[in-house]
């Protein structure tokens, strides 16, 4: 998002390389354009990487793993050792102009709150011990936007400059394009070095008052039904890495992490793979959905959203990269709106974790705080 400005009549400040995929890190950032060749198919995007036909391949897994994957094999490639400062033209020049305003909702609250319930029924009366159920919000625009003007804003608000955006075309999806800020990964690889870093149990940040909102935080460190869980997300990290793994360091506590709207439980997981050691994609396709955008067991979970919510899309899938050596990263596709191939148009989701002991209110009240990461990135 940093490239030169084009040279275009109509538009002679417009960059002129808008990037069709990018990753923003602190640690490291990658950005794209162009494409040589897609897959909705990850083992065929895995088979190019492995006879050398493809350098990288970038893009994005759905929730639904059956699902098309959303991925591409890029004509050009931008490699930055930070995170990324996005173009002049989508900060303060022509394209930093956005008009949005929230179009509807799904469920509408109530609805959300008759969800809830039932499915903390449902986990009390089964063997399901956690369910993730989301809500969405649909923005329209007027004009349309770039969704690399979401991207530019995410990025800029992030405390860490974290940011993504991916073109959804190859699954189908013409012209669309996945767009957030994600804090949690889901897998990094560089190397033997394999690391994640899982967030579940979250609470909402105070502003305004700085005791208050240490206090939030300090009370989601102690609360019995965040650190629960939080340990259905650790377990199934580690049952899953462990095998692949000769040291596998996973700490016996979260930490608290913070964005700019949460306070979320974290925990820190590194490990060494054994030889031969299985790529980032291949790693990123065995880990996700995790409980924390999923639930536990993940079959029971999963049926039990795809009976309730509307298709998630791309939502709680995976964006990321992994190039020939296998090295890459990819974050849990949360914080996220997926703007349509016009961009007239965007959804936004948040979601919440459910457990025996879950309050309805409480968990409306957590999506609506996980929500403002989008909304405030355009002015809602």
Not at 134 to 158: N, W
Not at 243 to 261: W, Y
Not at 296 to 308: K, N
Not at 352 to 379: C, F, Y
Request: hydrophobic residues 40%.
């Amino acid at each position: 998002m940093s490239e030169p400005a084009s040279s275009n009549p109509a538009d002679p400040a417009r960059p002129l390389s808008a990037p069709d995929f990018l990753l923003s890190r602190a640690a490291g950032s990658v950005r794209t354009q162009g494409a040589t060749q897609t897959f909705t198919d990850a083992d065929a995007a895995q088979e190019a990487l492995n006879s050398g036909e493809a350098e990288l391949v970038v893009g994005a897994l759905p929730f639904d793993a059956a699902a098309p994957a959303a991925l591409t094999v890029p004509e050009h490639i931008i490699r930055e050792p930070g995170a990324l400062h996005p173009h002049p033209y989508y900060r303060r020049g022509p394209g930093a102009q956005l008009s949005a305003r929230l179009a509807g909702v799904d469920p509408q609250p109530d609805e959300h709150l008759g969800r809830v319930a039932a499915a903390v029924d449902t986990i009390k009366n089964t063997d399901l011990k956690k369910v993730v159920l989301a809500r969405a919000v649909d923005i329209a625009f007027d004009p349309p936007v770039d969704p690399r003007l979401v991207a530019a804003r995410l990025i800029e608000l992030s405390a860490s400059r974290d940011g993504f955006i991916a073109d959804l075309t190859p699954a189908g999806r013409a012209g669309h394009f996945l767009v957030g800020s994600s804090p949690e990964v889901l897998v990094k690889r560089v190397g033997n070095t394999v690391t994640s870093y899982p967030l579940a149990g979250s609470a909402a940040r105070i502003h305004g008052d700085p005791a208050a909102d240490r206090e939030a935080g300090a009370r989601l460190a102690t609360s019995a039904k965040d650190l629960d869980e939080h340990a259905y997300v650790v377990e199934h990290i580690r049952a899953l890495l462990e095998p692949l793994c000769t040291h596998l360091d996973i700490p016996a506590r979260p930490i608290l992490e913070r964005t700019n709207e949460m306070w979320h439980l974290a925990t820190p997981v590194v490990g060494t793979l054994r030889e031969p050691a299985p790529s980032a994609l291949e790693l990123a396709r065995l880990l996700y959905p995790t409980p924390a955008v999923c639930g536990t067991p993940s079959a029971g979970a999963f049926e039990l959203i795809d009976a309730t919510e509307s298709p998630r899309g791309f939502y709680a899938g995976a964006v990321g990269y992994c190039d020939a050596a296998g090295d890459g990263e990819f974050m849990v596709a949360i914080r996220c709106a997926e703007v349509n191939g016009d961009g007239t148009v965007a959804r936004a989701w948040a979601g919440g974790g459910l457990v025996a002991d879950s309050d309805p209110q409480a968990e409306l009240d957590e999506t609506t705080a996980k929500l403002r990461t989008i909304l405030g990135a355009l002015g809602l």
